[in-house]
């Protein structure tokens, strides 16, 4: 079955500092790869996403992430935080071929010091 | 466009009654889908649409967990009777399928239900 595992349930930066959020998928196929933004009190936000071609993707607010298919990893990075980051970011793989269904890691809480 | 609208954003009830979760999706998205998210259990899919018809409704918990999509603006999810252990943060989200599967979907701001 497919699954999303994001084995960092907290992550603390400080301010500046260069940060990385790993997910890691199982699906049978070539995956759809999604990393959504959820602040405090809010909906998702889409940051970017991975169907195909180049394995490095840019996003919004200075993301990106690289699909890494021999370690089944879409990692999230950003090379300088800034403390409106602090936010949880959720990790989805798109499901079964044939549906719109995603599956949702569990999130990761991001803190960023000052 | 306004984006996928939720009401009420937080809604506070007593257990046994009625909670009435109302979604209206972006303008001319053709899927609608109603999460769930706890700290339990992280974001669940529990229902989605396509032209206003459920597709898969596979996550919803139990009986007394319903859904409709009247028309292509308006979307429910009902749970009658409720109980403390529905407390969770409720999205809805829309997405346009078009020729492409997997597009981006668009959450709303979520409604926080609490059950007493």
């Known amino acids: 079955a497919q699954s999303v595992t994001q084995p960092d349930i907290h992550i603390t930066v400080s301010e500046g500092a260069s940060l990385e959020l790993r997910c890691n998928y199982s699906y049978g196929a070539t995956p759809y790869l999604f990393w959504y933004v959820q602040s405090p009190g809010q909906g998702l936000q889409l940051l970017l996403k991975?169907?195909?071609?180049?394995?490095l993707v840019q996003g919004i607010k200075g993301f990106e992430a690289e699909f890494k298919r021999s370690q089944s990893s879409f990692n999230l990075r950003k090379p300088s935080v800034h403390w409106s980051d602090a936010a949880e970011y959720f990790c989805a793989v798109g499901g079964p071929s044939g549906t719109y269904k995603y599956i949702f890691g569990t999130g990761t809480r991001l803190k960023v010091l000052a | 466009d306004a984006g996928v609208i939720q009401s009420p954003r937080h809604e506070v009830t007593e257990m046994g009654q009625e909670v009435t979760l109302r979604c209206k999706p972006i303008s001319g998205h053709d899927y609608l889908f109603w999460y769930r998210q706890t700290m339990m259990r992280g974001l669940e899919l529990l229902i989605y649409f396509n032209n206003n018809v459920p597709i898969d409704d596979s996550g919803m918990p139990e009986d007394r967990f319903s859904a409709k999509m009247p028309n292509a603006s308006f979307s429910t999810l009902k749970i009658q009777p409720s109980e403390p252990r529905d407390s969770a943060v409720y999205f809805c989200?829309?997405?346009?399928?078009?020729?492409?599967?997997?597009?981006?979907?668009?959450f709303g701001p979520g409604t926080r239900l609490t059950v007493l």
């Open positions: 991975y169907f195909s071609g180049d394995t």
């Open positions: 989200a829309s997405s346009f399928g078009g020729a492409l599967s997997y597009n981006e979907q668009f």
